[in-house]
């Protein structure tokens, strides 16, 4: 196997490798758990991603950090919305602390998810969390501070342009490059931007000959052409991928240790492909929900984009799995029910708000038909 590549960490004088192990998806058994994050770093992994949240996942990345302290940094996250208080925050500091059996954070995302309105009504105003972020900094419990962030292209890239964070969390991949503004100017700033759920977060498992398709020379499979072309972004520090067992750790880190994951060239004709991909989704659902609500609880957009995964991007088990997890009918008085295509009962309502005229009814049907396998 090749060894692992490296990578300036922004500029926070650390060199990161190209692939994270991300912490969210570890096996339930701690020592099973343990093996599979030893093995990323046997392998050359340097940066593990967990968070408060993750059940215990922090416990476990404690456990896998001994022995491995002085080559590994690890990177945690606050998560801040059931109790924005600044003690709220410090508390769940500590007990992050005490979780990963460390004296110190690397990289410490200060709010888990954050968007605009959290940063301008929690963590910017003076006593605030960036305040105490800052005094646990000064304080030597963490060493840099970030953010992870799930919020509107242009609301991410003004969270950027605060010039306040070291590093950034952002969602990226072929599925969705909305992000790629932001993860540029954090690149020119110097900021350390990690790229997270590189392979959809599942939805690229397996091998589709669509996506395979479009990587010049070929791939072995989904997640090859996924890590490949996120981390030909010359902006992206580092991609954490959740990783449950050693194979899955082996052929990704096979992935992130090409030298060049990806020519100018053939990610431009990637880029090509995706853009053609999308057009031709949109022919069948934007996404603009002007559709909704739908009277009968049916989340028209919703069924629409998993029957594209399948049409379009040849994402059919991810589809017809998601699929099948929708629920099939409302409780009484539950009016946010996100309802499976079977569930249109052909009222109308829907057809004359679409832009683009879409035969709303007779694709819910060809939807349900196709999915419900």
């Keep these: 196997m090749s060894e692992m590549v490296y990578r300036p960490f922004g500029h926070l004088g650390y060199d990161v490798s190209a692939l994270g192990f991300g912490a969210m998806r570890l096996p339930d058994d701690h020592d099973e758990a343990v093996q599979v994050m030893q093995r990323a770093f ?13 059940g215990e996942s922090e416990i476990k990345c404690g456990k896998a950090l001994k022995g491995w302290r002085d080559r590994v940094r690890v990177s945690t996250k606050n998560p801040c919305w059931s109790d924005p208080s600044v003690d709220g925050w410090r508390k769940r500091l500590e007990e992050s602390l005490t979780r990963l059996d460390v004296d110190y954070i690397d990289y410490y995302v200060i709010w888990h998810a954050i968007n605009w309105q959290s940063w301008e009504e929690h963590v910017r105003p003076s006593g605030r969390i960036l ?20 919020d509107a292209p242009e609301k991410v890239l003004q969270i950027v342009e605060t010039g306040v ?27 350390a931007t990690i790229a997270m759920g590189p392979v959809g977060g599942g939805r690229l ?9 479009m990587v010049p020379g070929g791939v072995t499979s989904n997640p090859e052409a996924a890590l490949r072309f996120v981390l030909s972004n010359p902006s992206i520090s580092t991609a954490i991928s959740g990783m449950s067992t050693i194979a899955m750790v082996e052929e990704n880190v096979a992935t992130a240790s090409r030298e060049d994951p990806m020519s100018a060239e053939e990610r431009a004709r990637v880029e090509s492909a995706l853009d053609e991909a999308q057009r031709f989704a949109q022919l069948y659902c934007t996404g603009c ?83 419900s396998r």
């Design 289 to 371: 929900g002007y559709c909704m609500p739908c009277p009968h609880g049916v989340d028209i957009p919703g069924n629409f984009q998993l029957m594209n995964y399948h049409r379009v991007y040849g994402l059919t088990e991810h589809a017809v799995a998601r699929y099948a997890g929708k629920p099939r009918e409302r409780e009484e008085g539950d009016d946010s029910a996100k309802l499976f295509a079977g569930a249109c009962l052909e009222c109308g309502e829907c057809e004359p708000k679409c832009p683009q005229n879409i035969p709303i009814i007779e694709q819910l049907k060809e939807t349900h038909a196709t999915l």
């Design 165 to 191: 964070f070291e590093f950034m969390i952002v969602q990226y991949n072929m599925l969705d490059r909305s992000n790629e503004a932001a993860i540029a100017r954090a690149h020119e700033q110097g900021m």
């Design 205 to 213: 498992a397996g091998l589709s000959p669509e996506l395979a398709e």
């Design 131 to 150: 305040d105490a972020a800052l005094k646990a900094k000064e304080q030597g419990l963490i060493k840099h501070i970030g953010y992870s962030v799930h």
């Design 42 to 54: 046997e392998l050359g992994v340097n940066y593990l991603d967990t968070a408060h949240g993750y």
